[in-house]
């Protein structure tokens, strides 16, 4: 039978997930935006918040956009191997970055967090990434490497910008 309970109960919870992840990733991914336009390497306007809410609409707005373009009218396959990757790579730096403030006692404004067991989670964390990315394809570090060449050239051309008298 087609529509069957259990089938309705799991596109309802796929369709919830989905819907709850790209709601996080548009509203974390989008303080990019945010930050470079109010450290000056994007227009100002970027870098900009609504009184009511303090949400940068036009980063938020922008980031929706292009994500949906790049969805639509280009390779999802390529858009999925450079985030999955992508996200892997970005908790491995995640996790040693917990580690090595942990270890170092870095602190701002007042004590910081500290994760119950030291550096056991961490260390569990960062292995799991490893192991992770271990198993990632050629297709995928190719696909990785292509995007964060782009991303460095828009950097380096947004830096030079930003940087002209």
Excluded at 67 to 94: H, K, P, Q, T
Excluded at 98 to 110: I, N, P, S, V
Aim: net charge positive; charged share 10%; glycine share 12%.
């Amino acid at each position: 039978h087609l529509w069957s309970p259990g089938l309705v109960v799991l596109l309802v919870t796929a369709g919830v997930s989905m819907g709850g992840f790209m709601m996080g990733n548009l509203l974390a991914s989008s303080r990019l935006l945010y930050a470079l336009g109010r450290d000056g390497y994007l227009p100002s306007a970027y870098g900009r918040v609504t009184a009511a809410y303090r949400v940068p609409l036009l980063a938020i707005v922008t980031h929706g956009v292009v994500g949906f373009s790049l969805a639509m009218l280009g390779n999802f396959e390529a858009l999925a191997l450079i985030s999955g990757g992508a996200n892997c790579l970005i908790y491995l730096g995640v996790s040693l970055a917990t580690w090595f403030a942990q270890k170092r006692d870095l602190r701002a404004g007042g004590p910081p967090f500290v994760l119950p067991g030291g550096a056991l989670i961490p260390a569990v964390s960062t292995l799991a990434m490893l192991a992770i990315i271990g198993t990632l394809s050629r297709a995928e570090w190719t696909a990785i490497g292509v995007a964060l060449a782009i991303l460095v050239l828009v950097y380096a051309g947004l830096r030079h910008w930003r940087l002209r008298p």
